[in-house]
């Protein structure tokens, strides 16, 4: 067994252990308001947005504003992964805005998925029953209805969770005869340790559902079934190097509650994530990202990722693009490459990212 592949292993078992050490109660989150426009840090809320036939939803994004380059059409969308809140992009949009090469991105606007941070429940079913599928009819609901209020991101980052449910979208305009860039004009998408579809292998997966386990409450009254990460858990789970050691930055239990990054993740949507019974990890066409398709693919690796492999990332980026030259991989390495860089060194995620 090589080095890396070992400590990846002591990683997955000492997640096992945290794991099982986590609660499993969770409150909900009070709904922001928000006017019709977001021209500072502040939040917007949509109203109503559709998750299924007769389910509903508020989604609150976060907005974070360059006060130092104001205009328009540079808008960012972001998307969280997963047990993640749109507050984790705080750290990557002010070291985006504080670099001083090439053109800058005016806001980055960040989505809180439902149940998460600033958004509501849905309204029509259990929280703890929704599916990835779900969070894409919102993303893709999303998208259509932030024009109204002066936000129309012609580029994406996602993270983790974040950048499967991209792929997802992508595949189902592609359904519908469009894409990213005709039905949004969205030319760029970075995806940060994405997520692999199905046809892409994910060694973590195997192990992800004895890891989620001890991390499911099946009787909240107000949730339903769903997974919830205690907050003083979170930096061993996803901001560890591979022999599981807490990298510089990463944040402790009381910063992460204090700054709002944790979330629960309905039971449906984590199984589904996975692969685990009775669902099928979520699948794409290959090619989705090719020169024709309008959008420009850049796919994130880190070398001390837990969770996602930079062979796996790489892998991703050939099969979505179709690229074997990998011209679009970017390999972050150094001790503080975890799962969660963008959060705990952003500055040199954001400075990897203007080298290419």
Not at 102 to 115: H, S, T, Y
Request: charged content about 20%; glycine content about 12%.
């Amino acid at each position: 067994m090589e080095r890396s592949d070992e400590g990846r292993a002591k990683g997955r078992v000492r997640f096992a252990v945290i794991g099982a050490l986590c609660a499993v109660a969770w409150t909900p989150v009070v709904k922001a308001e928000a006017g019709p426009r977001a021209d500072r840090d502040d939040k917007v809320v949509l109203h109503d947005v559709a998750v299924r036939p007769g389910v509903t939803t508020d989604i609150s994004f976060q907005v974070f504003v360059n006060e130092g380059h104001p205009c328009e059409g540079r808008d960012v969308l972001a998307v969280p992964g997963f047990a993640h809140t749109a507050a984790t992009f705080k750290a990557f949009a002010d070291a985006e805005f504080a670099q001083t090469r090439g053109q800058k991105a005016c806001r980055i606007v960040a989505i809180d998925l439902p149940g998460h941070g600033g958004s509501g429940l849905p309204q029509g079913i259990p929280f703890g029953l929704l599916t990835l599928d779900d969070y894409v009819r919102v993303l893709q609901g999303s998208l259509e209805r932030l024009p109204a209020h002066g936000i129309r991101p012609r580029a994406l980052v996602a993270h983790s969770q974040g950048g499967l449910l991209v792929q997802m979208l992508q595949q189902a305009l592609a359904a519908a005869g469009t894409s990213l860039a005709d039905q949004f004009g969205i030319r760029e998408a970075t995806l940060l340790a994405p997520v692999p579809a199905a046809a892409v292998p994910w060694a973590f997966a195997a192990a992800a559902p004895a890891i989620l386990q001890p991390l499911i409450d099946f009787n909240d009254p107000v949730l339903g079934p769903h997974v919830a990460i205690d907050d003083a858990a979170f930096e061993f789970i996803f901001c560890t190097d591979l022999t599981g050691v807490p990298v510089a930055g990463a944040p402790d239990g009381a910063t992460v509650g204090a700054r709002g990054y944790n979330a629960p993740e309905p039971l449906y949507g984590a199984l589904q994530l996975v692969g685990a019974q009775p669902f099928a990890r979520p699948d794409v066409a290959g090619g989705l990202f090719g020169p024709e398709s309008g959008t420009s693919l850049r796919v994130i690796g880190f070398t001390q990722d837990v969770i996602i492999a930079t062979g796996e990332a790489a892998s991703l980026y050939q099969y979505l693009t179709g690229d074997g030259s990998g011209s679009g991989v970017i390999e972050i390495g150094g001790p503080g490459a975890d799962h969660d860089m963008y959060l705990t060194d952003a500055p040199t995620v954001v400075g990897a990212l203007r080298d290419r």
